[in-house]
């Protein structure tokens, strides 16, 4: 159980582009999807909090309108990158918690990641 | 002082070592605990959640000790395999919650 399923897995393209990266949770729903991101020898860092049905809550230093975080349905969370440039390359990673109570005391599970590489 | 701190190793030990790791948080308000492993550029993947009577899960034990604010985690009988980041990560409610990942702790098992 709780598989988060991230998509796509890998991602190379010009710089301009504008990415999109969807998570979503196959068998359980989340309220509450989170969004990380990672660069080689670091630790995760918390781009956003994204909330079903509201608008995401983004760490301090991040760009909302340069990662637009859409969290429509109880399974799915939506990252986009707008005008990707070469320093938004990265690990993204995303992550979900289930609605068993309103409580902090489910473990996140994380998709697969999402290796971005802008030319 | 960071909410919650590991040592960040690494640590090199041969195989069928025991080693433990250490972790501190600051915040008496963290409620729930939980030990993941994050093998070189994968996600981290859950490994045992840590309660105060103690957790074991075949040669992984957890421990959380709330009055020190302090969680370990064991490995016994070490293997190649058990090779990877381990990190500590506290779930708190100040008001929000909130997830905190402690920065790792890196081991390497050597044949």
């Known amino acids: 159980g709780a598989v988060v399923s991230q998509h796509p897995s890998r991602v190379i393209c010009k710089s301009g582009t504008s990415v999109k990266i969807e998570c979503r949770s196959l068998?359980?729903?989340?309220?509450?999807m989170f969004w990380y991101r990672q660069f080689p020898k670091q630790s995760l860092m918390l781009m956003a909090t994204?909330?079903?049905?509201?608008?995401?809550?983004?760490e301090q230093g991040v760009e909302k309108d340069k990662f637009l975080i859409n969290h429509a349905s109880l399974t799915l969370s939506t990252l986009t990158v707008t005008s990707a440039h070469p320093e938004d390359s990265s690990f993204y990673i995303c992550?979900?918690?289930?609605?068993?109570?309103?409580?902090?005391?489910?473990?996140?599970?994380f998709g697969d990641g999402t290796r971005l590489s802008i030319l | 002082r960071k909410e919650v701190e590991q040592d960040p190793g690494p640590f090199n030990v041969p195989e069928g070592a025991t080693v433990a790791f250490n972790c501190t948080y600051s915040?008496?308000?963290?409620?729930?605990f939980f030990w993941y492993r994050q093998d070189c550029r994968k996600e981290p993947k859950l490994l045992m959640s840590?309660?105060?009577s103690g957790n074991e899960d075949g040669r992984f034990t957890a421990q959380l000790n709330r009055a020190s604010q302090y969680i370990s985690l064991l490995i016994r009988d070490s293997k190649l395999s058990d090779s990877a980041t381990y990190l500590c990560?506290?779930?708190?409610?100040?008001?929000?919650?909130?997830?905190?990942f402690g920065a790792g702790t890196r081991l390497f098992v050597k044949a």
């Open positions: 992550s979900a918690r289930g609605t068993e109570g309103r409580n902090s005391n489910q473990p996140q599970h």
């Open positions: 068998d359980f729903q989340a309220t509450t």
């Open positions: 994204s909330n079903e049905g509201s608008k995401a809550t983004y």
């Open positions: 915040n008496s308000a963290s409620q729930s």
């Open positions: 840590v309660y105060s």
């Open positions: 990560v506290v779930n708190m409610n100040t008001g929000g919650f909130k997830t905190i």
